[in-house]
Structures are given as C-alpha cells and as structure tokens.
Nanobody, 117 residues
Framework: QVQLVESGGGLVQPGGSLRLSCATS????????MGWYRQAPGKERELVAR???????NYADSVKGRFTVSRDNAKNTVYLQMNSLKPEDTAVYYC???????????WGQGTQVTVSS
C-alpha cells in the first residue's frame, strides 16, 4: 500500500522560508518522478515542482527561482525548499508520484502553508 506523508508546513511571514518533506512508502522511490502540488482555497490543485529519478527538475513559473525540489533516495523522501514566500503561496501542499505527467496515487493529507503578516 502506497503512503505519502507530507509535513513541514506552517505559518510564515512574507519573505520567509519553509522546507516541506514528503515521506513515501510502498513504491520503488528511486525509480520514480515525484511532484509537489498545491491547492489554494477555491482553486484547482496545481503542479508546482517535479523531480525525475535522475534529479532533473521543473518548476511552475510562479515559483521558479524561489522553490527548490530535491530528493533523498536513501530515505524515500522528497523535499520542497520554499524561499521568498508570498501570500499567494498559501495553500495545502501535496506530493505524489508522476507517471506520464499525471499523479497516480491517492492524495495524502497534505501540509498547510500559510503566508501572512
């Protein structure tokens, strides 16, 4: 059974930083592309960053230059370092495995990120 457990969210002031973690189990983590998504209130879930098995990364334009996705295959964990946070980054953040560009597992509980002064 696949489990995706996100953590590391919280309340941060604009300009601040957070590091999110997603611990996985039930998949051969090192072979797979992983993605970070977010869903703000009243909006659809969107992909903000992805990292391939080889470590190549892609970002949504809205976070490029501010967010960095990384992975630790030994820990079956993917990370999202978020810097220069803006109020519009406020959302619940989720991770998932991507196959053909599509998230294929049931969503975890996510982790809430709130950027506010």
């Amino acid at each position: 059974q696949v489990q995706l457990v996100e953590s590391g969210g919280g309340l941060v002031q604009p300009g601040g930083s957070l590091r999110l973690s997603c611990a996985t189990s039930g998949i051969i983590f090192s072979f797979n592309t992983m993605g970070w998504y977010r869903q703000a209130p009243g909006k659809e879930r969107e992909l903000v960053a992805r990292i391939t098995s080889g470590g190549s990364t892609n970002y949504a334009d809205s976070v490029k230059g501010r967010f960095t996705v990384s992975r630790d295959n030994a820990k079956n964990t993917v990370y999202l370092q978020m810097n220069s946070l803006k109020p519009e980054d406020t959302a619940v953040y989720y991770c998932n495995r991507l196959v053909g560009g599509t998230a294929i597992h049931s969503w975890g509980q996510g982790t809430q990120v709130t950027v506010s002064s």
